[in-house]
């Protein structure tokens, strides 16, 4: 008889932001650990998206990674419909644990571990009635998650709003938070969010440990002080902290916008985009456009509808180029005409990671989001930062102050319209400077320090190694 093999299941909240690190995470233990995992992705959607399938086709392939769908639950009777989307998700996540609760229960055998994200915090009581070890994935940073678990103290040290603080937001053992760096559901202390956010925060600390999608080399100090801080520790109620990243998707896909990079010089082309769910206004496009083009430098930018618009950027396809409700109607009169021999415009969606991976890609111009900034460090791709939500404010003053790989607007894009000359002038710099070089060896540097983590004797994979371990011991 075969030794029995230890079963994790993960649970994936909505929307491929969480999807995409789950399904790479499950990937990872299943072909470097030989584990069985199930994976559990809860869907507001009834169709599948041709990028969610993509991404499913890539990561199962060759390998048994179940996926089970769980419907999210019908949340019109018990959430405000003008709520802000992540108190609608929150909602969401925990008006669906019942329908998890289900699935998991109807398993033969059951599932020995349970980890999930962020949002899926409410589903830890299905993994203690069960008898499972519980674990939060963090499919962002390190110093976010000092943050976050943090938040609860904070919450009770600081008087007023944190964005309206004099001095910053101090972080034992960590870089301090400036105030307008705070993540989105602290912006407002009076707004719902904001208390399902604390919620989450103290949930983290009820589990068995914390994944954070990171690793060791890129964010020593957080990671030391998640770790061995005194007064940081004491607020996990000293649970194990496992760095399992850079855990990205890995390139396949070709497409025109490959074959047209194949024709581009080395590192000459700056790849533009604001994520799977970024938008920026009709002035903002405008001033972008204008700004790539007096730049002079080649560049692939990834266009979508402007926020506000009616459109659903979803249903553009490449070529579709006209039309009152295309992206690119917003552009300057005559730039797509002008920009043909150095510019390469996608309509809503591209193969990110081949092309930030091709080597006549030499920028990024990002959004800032967990996901795409690991995937530009680990294509060794310096960046122009943009952050527009969440938690990406603080990933984009890491990249900049501490990493040294970005450079960033004189405002938040999120403040005010950033005008065609500052953008043009980032281009450059990134582009055709020597600091942009610096920034670029730098980049490179890191890139093979990710590579290092998850080596067969690398940080990440050997603290994935001691999650298990300490997974076994639980049922042994």
Same mark, same amino acid.
């Given at each position: 008889?075969?030794?029995?093999?230890?079963?994790?299941?993960?649970?994936?909240?909505?929307?491929?932001?969480?999807?995409?690190?789950?399904?790479?995470?499950?990937?990872?233990?299943?072909?470097?650990?030989?584990?069985?995992?199930?994976?559990?992705?809860? +869907?507001?959607?009834? @169709?599948? #998206? !041709? =990028?969610?399938?993509?991404? *499913?086709?890539?990561?199962?392939?060759?390998?048994?990674? &179940?996926?089970?769908?769980?419907?999210?639950?019908?949340?019109?009777?018990?959430?405000?419909?003008?709520?802000?989307?992540?108190?609608?998700?929150?909602?969401?996540?925990?008006?669906?644990?019942?329908?998890?609760?289900?699935?998991?229960?109807?398993?033969?055998?059951?599932?020995?571990?349970?980890?999930?994200?962020?949002?899926?915090?409410?589903?830890?009581?299905?993994?203690?009635?069960?008898?499972?070890?519980?674990?939060?994935?963090?499919?962002?940073?390190?110093?976010? +998650?000092?943050?976050? @678990?943090? #938040? !609860? =103290?904070?919450?009770?040290? *600081?008087?007023?709003?944190?964005?309206?603080?004099?001095? &910053?937001?101090?972080?034992?053992?960590?870089?301090?938070?400036?105030?307008?760096?705070?993540?989105?559901?602290?912006?407002?202390?009076?707004?719902?969010?904001?208390?399902?956010?604390?919620?989450?925060?103290?949930?983290?600390?009820?589990?068995?440990?914390?994944?954070?999608?990171?690793?060791?080399?890129?964010?020593?100090?957080?990671?030391?002080?998640?770790?061995?801080?005194?007064?940081?520790?004491?607020?996990?109620?000293?649970?194990?902290?496992?760095?399992?990243?850079?855990?990205?998707?890995?390139?396949?896909?070709?497409?025109?916008?490959?074959?047209?990079?194949?024709?581009?010089?080395?590192?000459?082309?700056?790849?533009?985009?604001?994520?799977?769910?970024?938008?920026?206004?009709?002035?903002?496009?405008?001033?972008?456009?204008?700004?790539?083009?007096?730049?002079?430098?080649?560049?692939?930018?990834?266009?979508?509808?402007?926020?506000?618009?009616?459109?659903?950027?979803?249903?553009?396809?490449?070529?579709?180029?006209?039309?009152?409700?295309?992206?690119?109607?917003?552009?300057?009169?005559?730039?797509?005409?002008?920009?043909?021999?150095?510019?390469?415009?996608?309509?809503?969606?591209?193969?990110?990671?081949?092309?930030?991976?091709?080597?006549?890609?030499?920028?990024?111009?990002?959004?800032?989001?967990?996901?795409?900034?690991?995937?530009?460090?680990?294509?060794?791709?310096?960046?122009?930062?943009?952050?527009?939500?969440?938690?990406?404010?603080?990933?984009?003053?890491?990249?900049?102050?501490?990493?040294?790989?970005?450079?960033?607007?004189?405002?938040?894009?999120?403040?005010?319209?950033?005008?065609?000359?500052?953008?043009?002038?980032?281009?450059?710099?990134?582009?055709?400077?020597?600091?942009?070089?610096?920034?670029?060896?730098?980049?490179?540097?890191?890139?093979?320090?990710?590579?290092?983590?998850?080596?067969?004797?690398?940080?990440?994979?050997?603290?994935?190694?001691?999650?298990?371990?300490?997974?076994?011991?639980?049922?042994?």
């Amino acid at each position: 008889m075969a030794p029995r093999k230890l079963h994790i299941a993960l649970l994936a909240s909505p929307g491929m932001g969480h999807l995409s690190p789950v399904l790479l995470l499950g990937r990872r233990l299943v072909t470097e650990h030989d584990l069985l995992v199930t994976i559990f992705s809860v +869907t507001t959607d009834t @169709t599948v #998206s !041709p =990028v969610q399938a993509e991404l *499913v086709s890539t990561v199962t392939r060759n390998i048994h990674l &179940p996926i089970i769908p769980i419907p999210a639950a019908d949340i019109s009777k018990v959430a405000n419909p003008n709520a802000s989307v992540i108190t609608q998700l929150n909602i969401m996540m925990r008006e669906t644990v019942p329908v998890i609760r289900t699935a998991i229960s109807s398993m033969d055998p059951r599932p020995d571990v349970l980890i999930f994200d962020i949002f899926a915090y409410a589903s830890r009581v299905i993994a203690e009635e069960f008898g499972m070890s519980k674990f939060l994935f963090v499919t962002a940073n390190a110093w976010f +998650t000092a943050l976050f @678990t943090y #938040s !609860p =103290v904070l919450d009770k040290e *600081v008087v007023g709003q944190y964005i309206d603080q004099t001095g &910053p937001l101090e972080i034992p053992g960590c870089k301090p938070v400036r105030p307008e760096d705070v993540i989105d559901p602290m912006v407002d202390r009076n707004d719902e969010t904001y208390g399902f956010y604390l919620e989450q925060a103290v949930g983290a600390t009820l589990t068995d440990g914390i994944l954070i999608n990171t690793w060791e080399v890129l964010e020593p100090q957080s990671v030391d002080a998640l770790r061995n801080n005194e007064i940081l520790r004491s607020v996990v109620k000293n649970k194990p902290v496992y760095t399992v990243g850079p855990i990205i998707k890995t390139g396949g896909v070709k497409s025109d916008v490959i074959e047209w990079l194949d024709k581009q010089p080395e590192e000459s082309v700056t790849y533009v985009s604001f994520g799977s769910g970024g938008t920026i206004s009709a002035k903002q496009i405008e001033e972008l456009a204008w700004g790539l083009e007096l730049s002079q430098q080649r560049f692939i930018w990834v266009v979508r509808p402007p926020c506000g618009h009616a459109s659903d950027g979803s249903f553009f396809r490449p070529g579709d180029l006209d039309g009152p409700g295309c992206p690119t109607s917003f552009f300057p009169k005559g730039f797509l005409s002008r920009i043909q021999k150095v510019g390469f415009i996608v309509l809503s969606w591209a193969p990110q990671v081949e092309i930030l991976n091709h080597k006549s890609v030499g920028g990024f111009l990002t959004h800032c989001g967990w996901n795409s900034t690991l995937e530009s460090i680990t294509s060794g791709v310096p960046m122009i930062t943009w952050p527009l939500y969440a938690e990406q404010n603080m990933n984009a003053t890491m990249l900049v102050e501490e990493l040294e790989i970005a450079v960033r607007p004189e405002v938040l894009p999120t403040k005010k319209v950033v005008g065609r000359d500052e953008i043009e002038k980032m281009v450059r710099v990134l582009m055709d400077s020597e600091k942009g070089k610096e920034m670029r060896e730098k980049a490179k540097i890191l890139k093979k320090g990710a590579e290092e983590a998850i080596t067969e004797n690398g940080s990440s994979y050997i603290s994935m190694c001691k999650l298990i371990e300490n997974c076994w011991s639980k049922i042994q």
